[in-house]
């Protein structure tokens, strides 16, 4: 082997072990691996319909043909499919070559899109092997999957809870919330002129930043008026929309805690042996799903706008007799998911710890209907 070339890797490891740097590839104490919990964001789409478009846009009457308003487009599926592969390689010996029911409980939120990059995902983490194969030359097969009607699913959609619009527009129309909003009095006004629109909040300008982004992955250039605002002012008003959607706990227990009460709940199915065969629960869902769990989480400290195909892994360990849960996010500012850990834990954060720490955020049954 050539010394240089070793000499360069044992100078590199060096200095990633002095600089702390923390190196992503696959799970380390692989053996250790006893579960995963996994929620992403669906992929690139076209306008979801007109709360994200404005009067004076001159793609106002686009069809979008033919897919339509709010659905998947091309570069969405491969982008999807790719998180599929991602797992795959990244779990594969956890996860084993073949499909069964009892592995894999994938879950979508009832919109095309999330239904749509939920089976991409399933296409590429489980291909037919061996004696799955039900068709020659064919690398996919049915995997079923659920959903609950957008009314009735707090887990995926808590910020559809009656209660959590009710409290939001409550919260959004306090008196600190709307000194935030007259901050920004001017830009609301340059926004407002231009597209026709009554631009008052931050949240405004966040489903209005969606629409563009859409007629800009579409193709069509975006007008001039958006210049002087596009992409940094309406990105940066538009992730201030996460910190009023989860600006009060209760407001988190809806956007967040009930998903986080059904991921420790059905860990704890898992290891009572209630659930023995299980080994991934698959969450199709939206951006905000992984923006309210990173504030609620207390691991927002980049704050930003999950892109298209963004996802959390949370990783279920068994070190040294103790159940605990380390965390990994992917949002492509690296090739490998990044560890993170919460300010009061450790990167494998001791299930017991991770419950208390989150314990303030565990929704009443009732809280979504009070």
Known sequence: MNFNFVLFFGCYFYYLFLSGVEITGAPTESGSLKLLYVIFR???RTPNGPEELYPEDP?????????????LTNSGKRREYRIGKALRERYN?????????????????????????LLLVLYSLYPPKGVEIWKWNTDWQPIPYNYLPASEDKFLLGTLCPHYIELYDEYSHSPQVQAKY????NIFNYISRNTGLNITSFRDVYQLRFGLLAEKDWGFELPEWTKPVWPQNMTNLAIREYFIGTGTTNLRRMASGYFLQKMIADIKLKINHTTPN?????NSAHEDNL??????????KKPHIPDYGAYLTFEIHLINGKYGIKIYYQNYETDEPRLLKLPACESFCALEKFISLTEEYMPAPDLCYR
Not at 95 to 102: A, H, K, R, S, V
Not at 278 to 282: A, F, G
Not at 291 to 300: P, Q
């Open 291 to 300: 923006a309210n769990l990173l504030i609620t989480l207390d691991i927002f």
């Open 182 to 185: 007259n901050k920004y009095q």
């Open 42 to 44: 669906h992929g690139n």
């Open 59 to 71: 793609y106002l009457n686009e069809k979008y043909s033919p897919i339509g308003l709010g659905q």
């Open 93 to 117: 010996q956890f996860l084993g070559q073949y499909y069964t029911p009892e592995i894999i409980e994938p879950v979508s939120t009832d919109y095309n899109r999330t239904k749509m990059s």
């Open 278 to 282: 299980r080994k991934i629960y698959l």
